[in-house]
């Protein structure tokens, strides 16, 4: 039968194929060349990073839970980076990112670990560009702790506690200069609302206080004083606490949470990056040093829907009412005996188009038994945080879980 029926095993990209058939009663060939475009199906869905023996590779889940978009099936492709360029990235994991921004064609995605970084197309994940190749400079150190895409545009890393940016839709041109010059070492944390003049919003923790550039070619600077007529809960130029973690919460405030230098004194700091600086950018001065385990607590996520926040410790998620009791009750206790959680996301894809409806209404989180690394996919109740005790979906089978992004659509105007 003139039919060919194989399986393509080659690296995501584009082949020429040649089909020859041979009549076998008389030897004739006749041959015909076309076209094959080996990709992957990846729109919707998370990224999860995960790592064994000193390497990581990247899984790609999507579910009729968090993707309830007519067209997009449910899929789980296995070990995408080492598939599409030839094998895994070396050095500990530690973040997994989309550059994905609405009416362009930027749809890219970061991998970072120590002593790499490289980034993949966010369509079909081959191979754009790593390591020196991202960097305009070549003696660039490469040490990536943290990127993201801000709201306004500038996408940012912080790479061995030091600030770089760049802003385009063009990949070629998507680059890395110098780190913004300044006296400075950065928490490996980022938050989505920037507002265009604050650029990127950061917390120096060399000098314990939140600073930031004066223009994507400028010098590090502090934020404004405080105008002498109010009494702010805090002044972000004198913060003077170790940073744990930072996230975009409710009415897109960036939560920040901290912990004392000294003592027990754990802290959120709610603040309104995302407008001018006028001195009058915190918001509040959270108490949490008499919340239940906090002292444990190793992971952190801020709600996009409510005045609710989580903590995770080793095995158990607390739900934190920020905004009325100041108060946190277990939200989630149901993990099996020998797992203990390794990494906590709630789903936020940025841009959310068709997904307005699930964006902040599901948490992910990995686990580790100490042989293998599961993802729980829970239902989780974005206003009160309570989460249903029986999973949506549990994947098993992973190395350590290091991140869980979400990913947007890469197709279309979207």
Same mark, same amino acid.
């Given at each position: 039968?003139?039919?060919?029926?194989?399986?393509?095993?080659?690296?995501?990209?584009?082949?020429?194929?040649?089909?020859?058939?041979?009549?076998?009663?008389?030897?004739?060939?006749?041959?015909?060349?076309?076209?094959?475009?080996?990709?992957?199906?990846?729109?919707?869905?998370?990224?999860?990073?995960?790592?064994?023996?000193?390497?990581?590779?990247?899984?790609?889940?999507?579910?009729?839970?968090?993707?309830?978009?007519?067209?997009?099936?449910?899929?789980?492709?296995?070990?995408?980076?080492?598939?599409?360029?030839?094998?895994?990235?070396?050095?500990?994991?530690?973040?997994?990112?989309?550059?994905?921004?609405?009416?362009?064609?930027?749809?890219?995605?970061?991998?970072?670990?120590?002593?790499?970084?490289?980034?993949?197309?966010?369509?079909?994940?081959?191979?754009?560009?790593?390591?020196?190749?991202?960097?305009?400079?070549? *003696?660039?150190?490469?040490?990536?702790?943290?990127?993201?895409?801000?709201?306004?545009?500038?996408?940012?890393?912080?790479?061995?506690?030091?600030?770089?940016?760049?802003?385009?839709?063009?990949?070629?041109?998507?680059? !890395?200069?110098?780190?913004?010059?300044?006296?400075?070492?950065?928490?490996?944390?980022?938050?989505?609302?920037?507002?265009?003049?604050?650029?990127?919003?950061?917390?120096?923790?060399?000098?314990?206080?939140?600073?930031?550039?004066?223009?994507?070619?400028?010098?590090?600077?502090?934020?404004?004083?405080?105008?002498?007529?109010?009494?702010?809960?805090?002044?972000?130029?004198?913060?003077?606490?170790?940073?744990?973690?930072?996230?975009?919460? !409710?009415?897109?405030?960036?939560h920040a949470f901290f912990k004392d230098k000294t003592g027990g004194g754990?802290?959120?700091?709610?603040?309104?990056?995302?407008?001018?600086?006028?001195g009058t950018l915190a918001i509040s001065a959270n108490d949490m040093s008499m919340l239940?385990?906090?002292?444990?607590?190793? !992971?952190?996520?801020?709600?996009?829907?409510?005045?609710? *926040?989580?903590?995770?410790?080793?095995?158990?998620?607390?739900?934190?009412?920020?905004?009325?009791?100041?108060?946190?009750?277990?939200?989630?206790?149901?993990?099996?005996?020998?797992?203990?959680?390794?990494?906590?996301?709630?789903?936020?894809?940025?841009?959310?188009?068709?997904?307005?409806?699930?964006?902040?209404?599901?948490?992910?989180?990995?686990?580790?038994?100490?042989?293998?690394?599961?993802?729980?996919?829970?239902?989780?109740?974005?206003?009160?945080?309570?989460?249903?005790?029986?999973?949506?979906?549990?994947?098993?089978?992973?190395?350590?879980?290091?991140?869980?992004?979400?990913?947007?659509?890469?197709?279309?105007?979207?």
């Open positions: 039968e003139k039919t060919l029926d194989a399986i393509i095993t080659e690296k995501v990209g584009e082949y020429r194929v040649e089909l020859i058939v041979t009549d076998t009663s008389n030897q004739l060939k006749a041959n015909m060349i076309f076209t094959v475009v080996v990709s992957v199906g990846i729109e919707y869905g998370i990224m999860v990073l995960h790592s064994a023996q000193d390497s990581s590779d990247v899984d790609f889940i999507t579910t009729a839970n968090a993707v309830p978009v007519a067209g997009i099936t449910p899929k789980w492709l296995k070990h995408m980076f080492s598939a599409s360029t030839g094998s895994k990235i070396a050095g500990a994991p530690r973040f997994v990112a989309q550059e994905r921004r609405s009416q362009t064609t930027q749809n890219w995605l970061t991998v970072g670990s120590a002593g790499h970084m490289a980034r993949v197309s966010g369509s079909d994940f081959s191979l754009l560009r790593e390591d020196k190749a991202l960097f305009r400079r070549s *003696d660039a150190m490469i040490d990536p702790q943290a990127f993201m895409l801000l709201g306004n545009g500038y996408s940012a890393l912080i790479n061995a506690g030091r600030l770089h940016m760049y802003t385009t839709v063009y990949e070629t041109d998507a680059l !890395f200069s110098a780190s913004v010059p300044g006296d400075y070492e950065l928490a490996p944390y980022l938050a989505m609302g920037s507002y265009y003049s604050v650029v990127a919003a950061v917390y120096d923790q060399k000098h314990g206080k939140f600073i930031h550039p004066a223009s994507l070619v400028g010098s590090m600077i502090d934020f404004v004083a405080p105008p002498d007529t109010i009494n702010p809960p805090f002044d972000l130029r004198n913060i003077g606490k170790d940073m744990l973690y930072m996230d975009r919460g !409710f009415n897109n405030y960036t754990y802290w959120l700091y709610v603040i309104n990056f995302n407008t001018t600086d006028n239940p385990e906090i002292s444990t607590a190793k !992971f952190f996520q801020a709600s996009e829907q409510g005045y609710v *926040d989580l903590y995770a410790t080793d095995r158990k998620i607390y739900a934190y009412n920020y905004q009325g009791t100041n108060t946190a009750t277990l939200a989630f206790d149901g993990f099996p005996a020998g797992e203990t959680i390794t990494c906590m996301k709630i789903y936020k894809p940025n841009p959310n188009y068709n997904l307005t409806a699930v964006t902040g209404w599901i948490l992910y989180v990995g686990t580790w038994d100490g042989q293998k690394g599961k993802v729980y996919e829970l239902q989780l109740n974005a206003l009160s945080g309570q989460i249903n005790a029986t999973p949506l979906n549990v994947f098993d089978g992973f190395g350590k879980v290091a991140d869980i992004s979400a990913k947007a659509r890469g197709a279309g105007t979207y």
